[in-house]
């Protein structure tokens, strides 16, 4: 979408909420790819001026790249992986590339709404969805078990959607019984990654900060 704004910015710009799976998502592609841009944190209460004028849906993450607005994690993700292309977070071949824009669209689907249920949402709305994502994530174990990273050999954008959502799991108050410990093994391999601590805001560093020794997101005992 081409920018109605006066207030076009020329350096790369991203409107990130300071603790959101999707923004963090964003993120992590950009600390991905090397990429230097300005971060502006949102209170997704009270957004700014400019991010009114810029997205009609008020919604982040949203990109500004001079007269270019995007918005939508998915969206960001790909313009980002196209316009920067080194290195490569998405595989050559249709096929692969396919299974991996499927799996990215149930992580967006399924596995998000829950997680933000359980951050914003009442009681038992928290409960219901802690309920279903761990179902679903012990569901997904075989495309955990496929490759190294997440149905792919490499790191990809399907990682940079699902590594922020099993980094928040011990805060998500969410066990993953002890046969799942690949999971947490999946996230250690990316959350060593350089890029991924550049990719977090204070406040996501602070939620496994009392678990680093000892995943809280396993169960020790079945």
Not at 7 to 22: E, G
Not at 54 to 63: D, G, K, M, Q
Request: charged content about 25%; proline content about 10%; glycine content about 2%.
């Amino acid at each position: 979408m081409m920018a109605a704004s006066p207030r076009i910015r020329n350096a790369l710009t991203l409107f990130s909420s300071p603790d959101c799976v999707v923004c963090h998502r964003v993120r992590l592609v950009l600390a991905a790819k090397g990429v230097s841009y300005e971060l502006v944190p949102v209170d997704t209460a009270n957004p700014p001026e400019d991010l009114l004028d810029l997205n009609p849906y008020h919604s982040v993450p949203t990109l500004v790249e001079r007269d270019l607005v995007l918005y939508a994690a998915s969206v960001v993700s790909e313009y980002l992986d196209e316009r920067y292309p080194h290195p490569p977070l998405m595989p050559v071949d249709p096929l692969s590339r396919a299974r991996l824009r499927l799996a990215m669209l149930r992580v967006e689907l399924e596995w998000v709404p829950h997680v933000q249920a359980i951050q914003a949402g009442n009681k038992a709305q928290a409960e219901a969805g802690r309920k279903r994502l761990k179902e679903l994530m012990l569901n997904a174990l075989p495309l955990f078990k496929a490759a190294r990273f997440f149905l792919n050999p490499e790191m990809s954008l399907a990682d940079c959607a699902v590594a922020p959502i099993v980094y928040r799991l011990p805060a998500l108050g969410i066990v993953l019984p002890k046969e799942a410990k690949l999971i947490e093994d999946y996230g250690q391999r990316i959350f060593r990654n350089p890029g991924f601590l550049r990719s977090m805001t204070p406040e996501e560093k602070m939620l496994r900060s009392s678990s680093r020794r000892k995943p809280a997101s396993v169960e020790t005992n079945p």
